[in-house]
């Protein structure tokens, strides 16, 4: 009798595997042939599920940013004792965290984007539309503490867009910077975070 195929959990490996492949070979020296050996499939069963390999980069990005809002909305919404500003610093110390432990890849990530920007196309389209949410998601805490007095009256909107913008920073650094200072981007973080106040 043939096994039963869980379609879902092949596509999640071959995501899972790509992303291994481009962090390790970099995106312009990764193909389709490598992720399928390093996955144990061939080539045929990836192109079952994927057209090429600019559609697996987007999906694995889908896939990591939908795993991680659903790990930053617990962390939002849980039942914790903690106040707006403190979940927001818990979400950014995880991306930092995150960002750090993937330095090889978040570089790769970046060699990516700038790469694809020089022949016209614009993957930060592409991972702006993915981590939307996480805009959202701070507006919504924002939004909460000013309604609950435990922050100031504030744009919404161009203070979820600097906190993003401090993520990306944040990220930026680990990335392009051997110095990075995960004490010192905590603590701008923090800094930032508690003049929001009441």
């Not at 990220?171 to 800094?191: H, R, T």
Request: charged share 30%; hydrophobic share 45%; proline share 1%.
């Amino acid at each position: 009798m043939p096994k039963k195929i869980d379609h879902e959990e092949r596509k999640e490996t071959i995501l899972s595997t790509a992303l291994e492949v481009f962090a390790k070979e970099g995106y312009h020296d990764s193909n389709l042939s490598l992720i399928a050996e390093a996955a144990g499939i061939s080539r045929p069963t990836v192109y079952q599920y994927f057209h090429n390999k600019d559609e697996i980069y987007y999906y694995a990005v889908k896939l990591i940013t939908g795993r991680l809002f659903t790990k930053y909305s617990a962390i939002a919404w849980g039942d914790g004792e903690s106040d707006e500003v403190e979940r927001m610093k818990l979400i950014l110390s995880d991306i930092v965290d995150i960002a750090i432990a993937n330095e090889h890849a978040l570089m790769n990530l970046m060699d990516v984007m700038v790469s694809a920007k020089r022949d016209g196309v614009d993957f930060a389209d592409v991972i702006h539309h993915r981590t939307a949410k996480l805009s959202i998601l701070f507006k919504r805490l924002l939004r909460q503490g000013i309604d609950n007095h435990r922050l100031r009256k504030l744009d919404i909107d161009a203070t979820a867009e600097a906190i993003f913008n401090l993520a990306e920073l944040v990220c930026f650094q680990v990335a392009f910077f051997k110095a990075f200072d995960k004490e010192g981007a905590l603590g701008m973080i923090s800094s930032y975070l508690e003049s929001l106040k009441a």
